[in-house]
């Protein structure tokens, strides 16, 4: 039950630390800055834009699963997790 309790920050990072990539790669590859993928995974930046979300699941190569856990883990714009 932990899995569903991850941040977006930390499932971001685990996920990308499990593709072989550093915050730079990962953040050239989706297109963003190495410093709002740094953000991202501090919890700097809590809900990502859904095509932030997208374009990061795309560089990591996220299968269907790991893309919807992803996706999940970012907090509803109405404060529900």
Known sequence: AT???ETFGVRLR?????AGLTQEELAER???T???VSA??????RR???H????LAD???LSDAERAGLVTAVPRRDGSA
């Open 40 to 45: 991202l995974e501090r919890g700097e930046r």
């Open 3 to 5: 899995m569903n309790r």
């Open 14 to 18: 685990r996920y990308r630390e499990a």
């Open 34 to 36: 190495a410093n709002g």
């Open 59 to 61: 560089a990591l190569g």
């Open 52 to 55: 932030t979300v997208q374009a």
């Open 30 to 32: 989706a297109g963003l």
């Open 48 to 50: 990502p834009y859904p």
